[in-house]
T-cell receptor
Framework: AQSVSQHNHHVILSEAASLELGCNYS??????LFWYVQYPGQHLQLLLKYFSGDPLVKGIKGFEAEFIKSKFSFNLRKPSVQWSDTAEYFC???????????FGKGNQVVVIP | EPEVTQTPSHQVTQMGQEVILRCVPI?????FYWYRQILGQKVEFLVS????????KSEIFDDQFSVERPDGSNFTLKIRSTKLEDSAMYFC?????????????FGDGTRLSIL
């Protein structure tokens, strides 16, 4: 079974600071990787996804993530955060041919103006 | 942008009662899902549904749960004889096609509180 780990559940930082959220998964085969964001009072929205190809993927709102196969990681980054990036961020994984998403516990990010 | 809509946003039910959570997936999507998130825990997969039948379910999805597509637009999750531990946020999702590389689009969720 796939499992996903996200650390540092609560992150507080100031505007213009850089953000990096770690995501590690345990699954031996090929995986599809996702980051979702949930802004306060809103639904989960897809930030970015990785299926194959260039391991550095760019998503919406200036976010990017890097897939490192040897480390079973898919960390999310943003060089300079804004107050509007305050949200909860979820890493999710599934295997090709498998419909279910396995989610991490999420990172609650608060950006202070 | 088309959205998945869920009703109600909050449901309060007495333990032992039946509850039906409703979802309207994105109109051209063919695959539907239910997930739940118990407070403080991970979002967990419950079930996926395609072509009027369950395509995959988790160990959580026992006989207490059922899903249905009663018409061309709604997708429902029924919980029979609710228990206190069913209190959670329930998310519906849909995708255009199956397969792990198809993004799932989520609704706002229904907060279910069992008393």
């Amino acid at each position: 079974a796939q499992s996903v780990s996200q650390h540092n559940h609560h992150v507080i930082l100031s505007e213009a600071a850089s953000l990096e959220l770690g995501c590690n998964y345990s699954y031996g085969g090929t995986v599809n990787l996702f980051w979702y964001v949930q802004y306060p009072g809103q639904h989960l929205q897809l930030l970015l996804k990785y299926f194959s190809g260039d391991p550095l993927v760019k998503g919406i709102k200036g976010f990017e993530a890097e897939f490192i196969k040897s480390k079973f990681s898919f960390n999310l980054r943003k060089p300079s955060v804004q107050w509007s990036d305050t949200a909860e961020y979820f890493c999710a994984v599934n295997a090709p041919g498998n419909n279910r998403l396995a989610f991490g516990k999420g990172n609650q990010v608060v950006v202070i103006p | 942008e088309p959205e998945v809509t869920q009703t109600p946003s909050h449901q309060v039910t007495q333990m032992g009662q039946e509850v039906i959570l409703r979802c309207v997936p994105i109109s051209n999507h063919l695959y539907f899902y239910w997930y739940r998130q118990i407070l403080g825990q991970k979002v967990e997969f419950l079930v996926s549904f395609y072509n009027n039948e369950i395509s995959e379910k988790s160990e959580i999805f026992d006989d207490q749960f059922s899903v249905e597509r009663p018409d061309g637009s709604n997708f429902t999750l029924k919980i029979r004889s609710t228990k206190l531990e069913d209190s959670a946020m329930y998310f519906c999702a849909s995708s255009e096609q199956a397969g792990g590389n198809q993004p799932q689009h989520f609704g706002d969720g229904t907060r279910l509180s069992i008393l």
